[in-house]
């Protein structure tokens, strides 16, 4: 079967540095994506990692170790409008996308 | 980037009421568009996944004569919620499927049955 975890809340600082953390269990392995969500709206992408190291994108990164089944978010310079939920999604084998239950970050002024 | 746009955003029916929620691609074909359903705190949960020209194909436990599927255009897809009931109250998405590794999500639905 395919399982993802992922913390169910973090609390940051604004102008600080949190990490995401996100593992998986999947057969096969077509990649792994994150997302944003605001409340009330739907996910918009965030990045897509399909090959271990990071990659960083402005004051987002995402790291992925496939030996490890790991994934982390990493977001920089912490601005209030950050405050979302943040979802860890794989493809399976049908590219269809599973879903961690999503981290909700709350950033603190 | 791509947009994908639904209607309507919000919909407030009567239980026992159908309501139909569109699903557009408006600047690309989608061959394979998603359903998915969200509850409050809860992730995405995928409910059916539509083909143009083709019958969906609905995830387990997913009623398939409850929430009826209509993929009829590569850039149209429908989501009827036939006899709707207070526990059918959530917020529904859609997306297209641009190529393996992408989809883009439509603004979704809150639907709210009374």
């Known amino acids: 079967g395919q399982n993802i975890d992922q913390p169910t809340e973090m609390t940051a600082t604004e102008g600080a540095i949190v990490q995401i953390n996100c593992t998986y269990q999947t057969s096969g392995f077509n990649g792994l994506f994150w997302y944003q969500q605001h409340a009330g709206e739907a996910p918009t992408f965030l990045s897509y990692?399909?090959l271990d190291g990071l990659e960083e994108k402005g004051r987002f990164s995402s790291f992925l170790s496939r030996s490890k089944g790991y994934s982390y978010l990493l977001l920089k310079e912490l601005q209030m409008k950050d405050s979302a939920s943040y979802l860890c999604a794989v493809p399976d084998s049908n590219y269809q996308l599973i879903w961690g239950a999503g981290t909700k970050l709350i950033i603190k002024p | 980037g791509a947009v994908v746009s639904q209607h309507p955003s919000r919909v407030i029916c009567k239980s026992g009421t159908s309501v139909k929620i569109e699903c557009r691609s408006l600047?690309?074909?989608?061959?394979?568009m998603f359903w998915y359903r969200q509850f409050p705190k809860q992730s995405l949960m995928l409910m059916a996944t539509s083909n143009e020209g083709s019958k969906a194909t609905y995830e387990q436990g997913v009623e398939k004569d409850k929430f009826l599927i209509n993929h009829a255009s590569l850039t149209l897809s429908t989501l009827t919620v036939t006899s709707a009931h207070p526990e059918d109250s959530s917020f529904y998405i859609c997306?297209?499927?641009?190529?393996?590794?992408?989809?883009?999500f439509g603004p979704g639905t809150r639907l709210t049955v009374t």
């Open positions: 600047d690309f074909q989608a061959t394979t």
């Open positions: 997306s297209a499927r641009v190529s393996d590794y992408e989809q883009y």
């Open positions: 990692n399909v």
